[in-house]
């Protein structure tokens, strides 16, 4: 028999590049080949596109890119273009996991009737710390304490420059300040002068040159945090709708269920660290434990991040996450499923063990 070709899409989010998912893709793809037989697998990463707009057109932008792409690899692949032969599994970080959900049901509500098959043939959507019922509120909070604590460090230094030269230091306090003066943090690429405001409104008189110079190094960690998540929400303006989110996750379990469309979400989660954090730390918001999508979300522990977004931008940098490899296991096991499922087939327990064994040595090989 000839070959299946499945076609796996990795689509980055907010402010991702090229190189958000590092090798992940390519160690997904070994362990398939290896695991599953008779199967040829290509993953294929999205290319880097604006994550600011209207999220609507960069769903229409995706779903234009990848029926032609499946299109020409169908073609390529002697299986006649547009016969809906590839199969596709949908990969989305961050954000990318709302544009490859609104993409399928976009597909999904295109049919021309309900009977129709659904082309392309996607056959699971898995998202990546994606915030589907929103961020969660916590974030914000830590990050911008965080913030807190960068500047009163840096205040600290002026403090200790201004007594060197006999001057009367500023005030090392930092409570009561309002959030937008952290939020007014810099990008890269800005300068003292745009970036002195945002000093200054949380106390600090900066006038020192010495003193300048070593807070503007620690600039990138004033406010980073707040503002990160801050523009996070800029992005995706609906967000804020609680009912529109809750639809969303509806239709995708409705999808799973009428189609055979694998939904999976997992999410990061900070085990407790006392004193400070005393109860588990997520990214995003997760469904009540009763509710019917509760399932499709799968935990993704880091025992190494400092806090929720280092653990969200570091999910695919084994350096920086200890549950890096277990992810990929589970990612892999998610798609191995979908696939045997779409092939019609139900493997055994003993299978399912021995298959787990041959894919954990791939995962190490790569």
């Known amino acids: 028999l000839p070959s299946d070709l499945l076609l796996i899409v990795f689509i980055h989010g907010f402010k991702g590049t090229d190189t ?20 040829k697998v290509e993953c294929v990463l999205f290319p880097a596109y604006e994550t600011k707009g209207q999220l609507n057109a960069a769903v229409e932008h995706f779903a234009d890119w990848l029926t032609t792409l499946t299109v020409q690899r169908e073609v ?86 201004f007594s060197l ?102 999410y990061t989660l900070l085990p407790p660290a006392p004193p400070s954090f005393s109860s588990p730390r997520t990214f995003v918001i997760l469904p009540q434990r009763t509710s019917p999508i509760a399932a499709h979300f799968l935990p993704a522990i880091n025992h190494q991040a400092a806090d929720e977004i280092q653990a969200h931008t570091n999910m695919f940098n084994p350096r920086s996450n200890d549950g890096y490899y277990q992810l990929g296991l589970d990612t892999a096991k998610i798609i191995r499923e979908a696939v045997m499922s779409a092939r019609g087939i139900i493997e055994s327990g003993d299978t399912e063990d021995r298959k787990d064994a041959e894919a954990a040595a791939a995962m190490e090989e790569t």
């Open 20 to 39: 958000t998912f590092e090798n992940f893709p390519s160690r997904i793809e070994h362990v398939l080949t290896e695991i599953i037989e008779n199967l």
């Open 76 to 161: 390529a692949d002697g299986q006649g273009g547009g016969a809906g032969k590839t199969r596709i599994v949908l990969c989305g970080h961050s954000m990318g996991g709302l544009l490859a959900a609104d993409a399928l049901l976009a597909f999904v509500n295109s049919r021309p009737d309900k009977s129709a098959p659904l082309w392309p043939n996607i056959i699971a959507c898995i998202a990546f710390d994606t915030p589907y019922l929103g961020l969660h509120p916590a974030v914000f909070k830590n990050s911008a304490t965080k913030a807190v604590e960068y500047a009163g460090a840096a205040r600290a230094v002026v403090s200790d420059v």
């Open 165 to 266: 030269f006999g001057k009367k230091g500023a005030s090392s306090g930092v409570s009561g300040q309002p959030p937008h003066a952290i939020a007014a943090a810099p990008t890269e690429e800005s300068g003292w002068a745009k970036w002195a405001p945002a000093a200054y409104a949380v106390g600090g008189a900066l006038v020192a040159g010495a003193a300048a110079g070593t807070a503007y190094y620690r600039r990138d960690d004033i406010g980073t945090g707040y503002s990160w998540a801050t523009d996070h929400m800029n992005y995706v303006r609906n967000l804020w709708d609680e009912e529109a989110l809750r639809k969303r996750m509806r239709d995708l379990n409705d999808v799973q269920v009428r189609l055979g469309v694998t939904f999976r979400s997992f």
